[in-house]
C-alpha cells in the first residue's frame, strides 16, 4: 500500500509516458525491498513536474517517491 504521505524507496521496472488530455505523466511499475519478498510490484502515476529535471527515472534505476494524501509529489534518483 503507498503512504499517505511520506516516501517509499523502489526499483523502477518499467516506465510508460502517458498523455491525458495534453498533459504529460508517466506510469511507473516499481518495486520496493518488500514488493521483492513477496514477488510483486505497484504501479504509480506520475506528473512529469514531480520529476525531477523533468525527465522521468529509467527501468533499473532506484528511486525515492515522495507522497502526500497518497499523491506522487516527487521522484528522485538515488
Known amino acids: 500500500m503507498l503512504p499517505l504521505a511520506g516516501s517509499i524507496h523502489a526499483l523502477i521496472l518499467s516506465v510508460t509516458p502517458v498523455s491525458i488530455h495534453g498533459d504529460m505523466y508517466f506510469d511507473l511499475v516499481l ?3 518488500e514488493d ?5 510490484a505497484k504501479q504509480i502515476r506520475v506528473p512529469v ?3 525531477s529535471g523533468g525527465r522521468p527515472p529509467e527501468v533499473g534505476e532506484r528511486v525515492e517517491v515522495q507522497f502526500l494524501m497518497q499523491q506522487v509529489t516527487g ?4
Open 31 to 33: 518495486q520496493t525491498a
Open 75 to 78: 521522484v528522485r534518483v538515488v
Open 49 to 51: 513536474h514531480a520529476c
Open 36 to 40: 521483492a519478498a513477496a514477488n510483486r
